[in-house]
Nanobody, 125 residues
Framework: QVQLVESGGGLVQAGGSLRLTCAAS????????MGWFRQAPGKEREFVAA????????YYADSVKGRFTISRDNAKNTVYLQMNSLKVEDTAVYYC??????????????????WGQGTQVTVSS
């Protein structure tokens, strides 16, 4: 059983920062590509950022490029999403996802076979 547990969400003013953390329960985490997605009320889930198993490759949605940074610590089975210069439109539930197969498009949610329960991020104006 694989568990992904997100934390770090909360309420922040526009322009502020938050760091999300996703902790994985399996040591094979270091072999997985990881991603962050988000879903705002009434909208479809959308890609935010992804990172390869080694951390050597990262991918970002255009809407967050230059403001968000994804990173990972394989020794701690953890992936992070540093979010700076937050905007009201970043408000959503943020989900961590793991790709244990490693053969798909990192920007597509169908690539990922494990998901966390989500953490709420609310940005106020």
């Amino acid at each position: 059983q694989v568990q992904l547990v997100e934390s770090g969400g909360g309420l922040v003013q526009a322009g502020g920062s938050l760091r999300l953390t996703c902790a994985a329960s399996r040591r094979t985490f270091s072999n997985w590509h990881m991603g962050w997605f988000r879903q705002a009320p009434g909208k479809e889930r959308e890609f935010v950022a992804a990172i390869s198993w080694s951390g050597s490759s990262t991918y970002y949605a255009d809407s967050v490029k230059g403001r968000f940074t994804i990173s990972r610590d394989n020794a701690k089975n953890t992936v992070y999403l540093q979010m700076n210069s937050l905007k009201v439109e970043d408000t959503a539930v943020y989900y961590c996802a793991a790709d244990s197969i490693g053969a798909g498009n990192p920007r597509s949610d169908t690539t990922y076979n494990y998901w966390g329960q989500g953490t709420q991020v609310t940005v106020s104006s």
